[in-house]
């Protein structure tokens, strides 16, 4: 559980963050700018890095449980194994753009961390694989159906990681080509056919 003063400290250190920098703001002005003493700050947090990923974690969190609760009620039931996987990862996809499009302060955040080269790819899989973990159970099984490629699971979720960054940059940035079918669609069909196996 969190404490109030922790979720006032993430919430001071994501628009600090944002607004400078992860690197450029010192954990002195995240504590004096949430109104706490910086010992406050060391108690819940050891050092910045813990701060950050801890952050990070959680608006990892935070988006996975929009994308499970928002995708039960999008999925097509379909008797081909084939279609009812895609109907189930284009539902993931779409909700994952409306979440970065309705927060795009955490959306930013998101956007610095994986661009950080003070966090290694291997820290932002790790809470991948473990927020995320219904899609990675539908790569296993579609690769188990024959459906989805095999190839190794760190792989995949770079690739989905960092194609979903590419498309909400642009769709955030011009926000009028998220609405057009032709870019919605053609972005997750982009995303589709990296994942499929080929014939």
Known sequence: MVTEKKQQILDTALLLFVEQGIQATATAKIAKQ???????LFHHFSNKQELVVTLYRSIKDELSQSISQNTADNVGSSDNQADALKSTIESYWHQAIEWAMSHPLKWQFLQQF????????????????SSMAFLVEAVKQGQQQGVLACLPIPLVLNYCHYHYLAV?????????????PSYQDGAFQMFWQGLVAKP
């Open 34 to 40: 949430a109104n706490v003493a910086t010992g406050t």
């Open 114 to 129: 994986a661009n950080d080269p003070q966090f290694k790819i291997s820290q932002q899989q790790d809470v991948m694989t």
């Open 168 to 180: 909400t940059t642009l769709f955030i940035e011009q926000p009028e080509l998220s609405q057009q």
